[in-house]
T-cell receptor, first 114, second 114 residues
Framework: GENVEQHPSTLSVQEGDSAVIKCTYSDSASNYFPWYKQELGKGPQLIIDIRSNVGEKKDQRIAVTLNKTAKHFSLHITETQPEDSAVYFCAASMPPYNFNKFYFGSGTKLNVKP | DSGVTQTPKHLITATGQRVTLRCSPRSGDLSVYWYQQSLDQGLQFLIQYYNGEERAKGNILERFSAQQFPDLHSELNLSSLELGDSALYFC?????????????FGPGTRLTVL
């Protein structure tokens, strides 16, 4: 099966700085890569996703890049704010197309210091 | 708010007991997923249903079972509970369950086994 590794496990940045979280996956057949943000006591919330036919996607302060050759994808958060503090999970999903089994990374705890 | 609802929010029970967790998907979503989140295991996929039928299975123990009903809500049954089953259990839903389908997570049920 697929194996997703996520780094770093913890990340501390100053408010206004950028944060980058990286994930690698093992199976080249993986074709969908979502990122989730989980705040304390809440369920994971989708913040951005990318499909394998796209190299980069941006949504305001958040961007995701995908390098299919190297089998890695990254989350970039610019101008970080204290409310960005949370645990972030990457995931990968692969065919067959008739089911949707996410393989999650181990999570990155982001702390944005005011 | 993702539109996925889960009940109960908290559940405290004893070893050897049986519990049922309930999930209502977002309006219009046909596929439901169950995940277990524990401190040392991260987010683990348990099982996926699509329109009442089991579609994919992950690391679900034989003591656990699930079903999706005609109105599309789902229940996860956990029996012969052990201390190690204490975890957060999340339900997610998606429109059609394909491998590039976005999954939306509910707020979770926190299970404590004493």
């Amino acid at each position: 099966g697929e194996n997703v590794e996520q780094h770093p496990s913890t990340l501390s940045v100053q408010e206004g700085d950028s944060a980058v979280i990286k994930c690698t996956y093992s199976d080249s057949a993986s074709n969908y890569f979502p990122w989730y943000k989980q705040e304390l006591g809440k369920g994971p919330q989708l913040i951005i996703d990318i499909r394998s036919n796209v190299g980069e996607k941006k949504d305001q302060r958040i961007a995701v890049t995908l390098n299919k050759t190297a089998k890695h994808f990254s989350l970039h958060i610019t101008e970080t704010q204290p409310e960005d503090s949370a645990v972030y999970f990457c995931a990968a999903s692969m065919p067959p197309y008739n089911f949707n089994k996410f393989y999650f990374g181990s999570g990155t705890k982001l702390n944005v210091k005011p | 708010d993702s539109g996925v609802t889960q009940t109960p929010k908290h559940l405290i029970t004893a070893t050897g007991q049986r519990v049922t967790l309930r999930c209502s998907p977002r309006s219009g979503d046909l596929s439901v997923y169950w995940y277990q989140q524990s401190l040392d295991q991260g987010l683990q996929f348990l099982i996926q249903y699509y329109n009442g039928e089991e579609r994919a299975k992950g690391n679900i123990l034989e003591r656990f079972s699930a079903q999706q009903f005609p109105d599309l809500h789902s229940e996860l049954n956990l029996s012969s509970l052990e201390l190690g089953d204490s975890a957060l259990y999340f339900c997610a839903s998606s429109p059609d369950g394909g491998s590039t389908d976005t999954q939306y997570f509910g707020p979770g049920t926190r299970l404590t086994v004493l």
